[in-house]
């Protein structure tokens, strides 16, 4: 993946370590997405329970976990001081996932990406590095041990790089926007309920879809920090997507498939989602909650 040189990143929505869990909307439960909320996953298939209305504090612990840092704000002001820091490449996914949305939603409301080691605290509870990325509701922000996540992709067979990354982002922003539109909401309504034609499933396809449609129109973009993707990086992406399937999760544990317990949807449609979102760079098409197509 080929960043602008002469394109502006801009910092303002991304904290490098410190403190985390500012509160804009009440308490709320986190919710995992591409890699976000993983080992949630794992426990919930084994204890057969949902992920969209339980108490969070009995996943996330209530306590007050201050994050480690990751390091003191690195400078980066364009897209060529990610050649020079590679640390910079996550300000520039943010960068241009914001740039994106903040001209397409209407009434668009900034989140924030926080970086982390360890454990964190949020408006959703305390947060910690085996969880994957996750984003929590109750202060628009994304979660990411920048460093952990690289270790999960491997652990699920992912071939990993900078688009695979770029894909998880873009699908917690995904979930931002779906808490923004109130469908996040809608999908609550729906109960816990699992299987592929769930509520969860349905959020989790559409920050799938929502993260194809950025990548389409974010290389469209004269300023977007990201200026292309090649072949590779889209079967990175894919690949990244087959990845974090319910199914595959459930075989690479030694255990069956059980789609009646699937929270995130299959390889399958996972990947069917995310080219749906790619191949049309339009959001409209995200609507994951007025069919039952969704390619199981």
Request: with cysteine; charged share 20%.
């Given at each position: ?52 209305g339980i108490n969070p504090d009995d996943i996330l612990g209530g306590g ?233």
């Amino acid at each position: 993946m080929e960043f602008r040189d002469n394109a502006r990143i801009d910092n303002a929505n991304i904290r490098y370590g410190g403190g985390g869990g500012g509160r804009r909307g009440g308490r709320g439960l986190a919710v995992g997405g591409g890699l976000g909320g993983l080992i949630i996953t794992l426990l919930l298939l084994v204890f057969g329970g949902g992920n969209l209305g339980i108490n969070p504090d009995d996943i996330l612990g209530g306590g007050q976990a201050q994050p480690q840092s990751v390091e003191q704000n690195p400078e980066c002001r364009t897209g060529a001081d990610v050649d020079a820091n590679p640390d910079c490449r996550w300000a520039a996914y943010v960068s241009a996932i914001e740039g994106y949305w903040s001209q397409t939603v209407e009434g668009y409301q900034s989140g924030t990406t926080q970086l982390f080691s360890g454990q964190v605290s949020t408006a959703c509870g305390t947060g910690s590095s085996e969880m994957g990325p996750f984003y929590c509701p109750g202060d628009y922000t994304v979660y990411i041990d920048s460093e952990f996540m690289g270790v999960l992709l491997d652990q699920l067979g992912a071939a990993g790089g900078y688009a695979a990354e770029a894909y998880i982002v873009a699908h917690e922003y995904g979930h931002h926007i779906s808490n923004l539109t109130g469908t996040m909401q809608q999908a609550r309504s729906m109960g816990n309920d699992t299987g592929p034609t769930s509520g969860q499933v349905r959020l989790e396809l559409q920050a799938d879809c929502y993260a194809g449609v950025w990548f389409a129109n974010t290389i469209k973009d004269p300023e977007s920090p990201i200026e292309s993707v090649t072949q590779d990086d889209l079967n990175r992406i894919v690949d990244a997507a087959r990845a974090v399937g319910d199914d595959h999760i459930q075989q690479q544990q030694g255990g069956r498939v059980v789609p009646e317990s699937w929270t995130h949807g299959s390889s399958e449609m996972r990947q069917l989602w995310v080219a749906k979102g790619f191949n049309s760079g339009d959001p409209r098409v995200c609507d994951t909650f007025s069919t039952d197509d969704l390619g199981q």
